[in-house]
């Protein structure tokens, strides 16, 4: 059975900074190709940053770069998004997602369409 279960949102002022944390259990960890995604109310979903666990490549939405840092821990089966600087723009869920490919699958990946498995979602929100 494939679970993404995310932790570590919160409510955060301007500024401030979040880690969140997605354990991936029932895949193979080294073969994924893992994202984080937000959704705000009332928008679409947006890709914020991906990477392929088996080289640690990353790849990141404009809106986000320079502030956010995706990363892993292959010994937990676990994904990290490391949010610094938060804006009250980057209020919304956040959602780990995975699909199982290789690397060149992996590069540029930031569409929800193209990752197949998702979690729940944890709410991050940010005051001004």
């Known amino acids: 059975q494939v679970q993404l279960v995310e932790s570590g949102g919160g409510s955060v002022q301007a500024g401030g900074s979040l880690t969140l944390s997605c354990a991936a259990s029932?895949?193979?960890?080294?073969?994924?190709?893992m994202g984080w995604f937000r959704q705000a109310p009332g928008k679409e979903r947006e890709g914020v940053a991906s990477i392929y666990i088996g080289d640690r490549i990353p790849n990141y939405a404009d809106s986000v770069k320079g502030r956010f840092t995706i990363s892993q821990d292959n010994a937990k089966n676990t994904l990290y998004l490391q949010m610094n600087s938060l804006k009250p723009e980057d209020t919304a869920m956040f959602y780990c997602?995975?699909?199982?490919?290789?690397?060149?699958?992996?590069?540029?990946?930031?569409?929800?369409?193209?990752?197949?498995?998702w979690g729940q979602g944890t709410q991050v929100t940010v005051s001004s």
């Open positions: 029932g895949l193979t960890f080294s073969r994924l190709c």
């Open positions: 997602a995975a699909i199982v490919s290789g690397g060149n699958y992996c590069r540029q990946r930031l569409k929800p369409n193209e990752f197949g498995y």
